[in-house]
C-alpha cells in the first residue's frame, strides 16, 4: 500500500528554518508529481507548493513565495520542503500528498501523509 | 485565484439519512474538483475526483455531481464511519484551492 511517512516538523522561532521531508513507498516515485498542503490548527487545508516528477517545475503558494523551496530526491523516493524567514502564521499541520496520476499535476491528490506538526513560535 | 465556498459549515444528520454537502466556485472549474474526507488521527482519504468519479475502494453510498461552478457531494445512508469533515478542492487552475469544510455530525 502506498505509504507517505513527514518527519522534520518542531518548535522553531520566527525567522528561522527548518526542512521537512517525507518518505514514499509502494509506488513509483519518480513518476508522480507531489506537493505539500498545510493546515493551522483548527483550519482548513491550505496548498503550499508541487513539483513535477522530474522536479523540473515547482509550483507555489504566493503566501510561501521566496521562502519555501520545494524540492526532490527520486533516488531517495523523499519529498522536501525547506522553509525559510518562518513566520507565526506558518504553523500548521504540514502534509505531503500525492498526485493521482503519472506525470501529471493537473489532477487530485490521491493518497496524504498522516502530517508532521510546525511550531513558529518564541 | 479560485475560491471555494463550501456549505453548510455544519450538518448534522441522522445515521441512515441522506446528506448532501455543497462546494462553489468563485469562476469556472470546469470538472476539476475532488471532494475528501478528514478524520482527527487519520490520513486525509480521497472520495470523489472528476466531480463525479469515485476513488478506489470508496462506497458506493458516496456520489458527487455538477460541474462550472456548483458541486455537491451525496452520501445517500449515513454510517457511523461518515461523521467527519469533508472538504472540497478544485484543481483546474493555480493555485490549487480547498473549501473551508463541511463539518457532518451526528444529529
Known amino acids: 500500500e502506498v505509504q507517505l511517512v513527514e518527519s522534520g516538523g518542531g518548535l522553531v522561532q520566527p525567522g528561522g528554518s527548518l526542512r521537512l521531508s517525507c518518505a514514499a513507498s509502494a509506488f513509483t516515485f519518480s513518476s508522480y508529481a507531489m506537493s505539500w498542503v498545510r493546515q493551522a490548527p483548527g483550519k482548513g487545508l491550505e496548498w503550499v507548493s508541487a513539483i513535477s516528477a522530474s522536479g523540473g517545475t515547482t509550483y507555489y503558494a504566493d503566501s510561501v513565495k521566496g521562502r519555501f523551496t520545494i524540492s526532490r530526491d527520486n533516488s531517495k523516493n523523499t519529498l522536501y520542503l525547506q522553509m525559510n524567514s518562518l513566520r507565526a502564521e506558518d504553523t500548521a499541520v504540514y502534509y505531503c500528498a500525492k498526485f493521482g496520476s503519472s506525470w501529471s499535476v493537473e489532477d487530485r491528490f490521491d493518497y496524504w501523509g498522516q502530517g508532521t506538526l510546525v511550531t513558529v513560535s518564541s | 485565484e479560485r475560491v471555494m465556498t463550501q456549505s453548510p459549515a455544519t450538518l448534522s444528520v441522522s445515521p441512515g439519512e441522506r446528506a448532501t454537502l455543497s462546494c462553489r466556485a468563485s469562476?469556472?472549474?470546469?470538472?476539476?474538483l475532488a471532494w475528501y474526507q478528514q478524520k482527527p488521527g487519520q490520513a486525509l482519504r480521497l472520495l470523489i475526483y472528476g466531480a463525479s468519479t469515485r476513488a478506489t475502494g470508496i462506497p458506493a453510498r458516496f456520489s458527487g455531481s455538477g460541474s462550472g461552478t456548483e458541486f455537491t457531494l451525496t452520501i445517500s445512508s449515513l454510517q457511523s464511519e461518515d461523521f467527519a469533515v469533508y472538504y472540497c478542492?478544485?484543481?483546474?487552475?493555480?493555485?490549487?484551492?480547498f473549501g473551508q469544510g463541511t463539518k457532518l455530525e451526528i444529529k
Open positions: 469562476q469556472s472549474v470546469s470538472s476539476n
Open positions: 478542492q478544485q484543481y483546474n487552475n493555480w493555485p490549487y484551492s
